[in-house]
């Protein structure tokens, strides 16, 4: 079966510093990959997914991840970061096009300071 | 403009209790999921519903059972709680199973003592 894993639990970086969240994952065909974000409190919101095509992504609130199919992985980064990036980040992984089939990477938590 | 509804936020159990988590969309969408999230762990599919009037197992389903109500409500059912169950409960819907995002409510917090 397919798995995710985050290397990093948690991450503390300073507002404006570039970020990048890193995520590998195993399974043997090319997977589809997915970033989440959550808010404290709150479910989960879409960032960015892979399914083919051009291996850097653009997704909402300026972040971006690239598919590295030689390294198995899909890093989150974003150039500079504001306070308000501050929440946990999930990756997953599916390896078709279903819902039911996504795995969760288990977080990285990011702290942003002043 | 709701989304996904999940009550209630919080909930206490004693061990053996049973209890419903309720969850609704007014998005009009046809899948609906229940996870639930342990620390240290990513999210973990309890049951899915593909469709109204179909619900299938998914990673983790012993303990739980499921009901597609309608279109809108799925609800989750704990027949005799465990400490193993605490979690914080994730509901979520998609247009339909192939469809992403999915929409996720704010979660239910739930500790069984």
């Known amino acids: 079966a397919q798995s995710v894993t985050q290397p990093d639990i948690h991450i503390t970086v300073s507002e404006g510093a570039s970020l990048e969240l890193r995520c590998n994952y195993s399974y043997g065909a090319t997977p589809y990959l997915f970033w989440y974000v959550q808010s404290p409190g709150q479910g989960l919101q879409l960032l960015l997914k892979?399914?083919?095509?051009?291996?850097l992504v653009q997704g909402i609130k300026g972040f971006e991840a690239e598919f590295k199919r030689s390294q198995s992985s899909f890093n989150l980064r974003k150039p500079s970061v504001h306070w308000s990036d501050a929440a946990e980040y999930f990756c997953?992984?599916?390896?078709?096009?279903?819902?039911?089939?996504?795995?969760f990477g288990a977080g990285t938590r990011l702290t942003v300071k002043p | 403009n709701a989304g996904v509804t999940q009550t209630p936020k919080f909930q206490v159990l004693k061990t053996g209790q049973s209890m419903t988590l309720q969850c609704a969309q007014d998005m009009n969408h046809n899948s609906m999921y229940w996870y639930r999230q342990d620390p240290g762990m990513g999210l973990r599919l309890i049951y899915y519903?593909?469709?109204?009037?179909?619900?299938d197992k998914g990673e983790v389903p012993n303990g739980y059972n499921v009901s597609r109500l309608n279109k809108r409500e799925f609800s989750l059912r704990l027949e005799s709680a465990a400490p193993s169950q605490t979690s914080v409960y994730f509901c979520?819907?998609?247009?339909?199973?192939?469809?992403?995002?999915?929409?996720f409510g704010d979660g239910t917090r739930l500790s069984i003592l």
């Open positions: 519903s593909a469709s109204e009037g179909t619900t």
């Open positions: 979520a819907s998609s247009r339909d199973l192939s469809n992403q995002p999915q929409h």
């Open positions: 997953a992984v599916a390896t078709t096009y279903n819902n039911n089939d996504m795995r």
């Open positions: 892979y399914f083919s095509g051009d291996t």
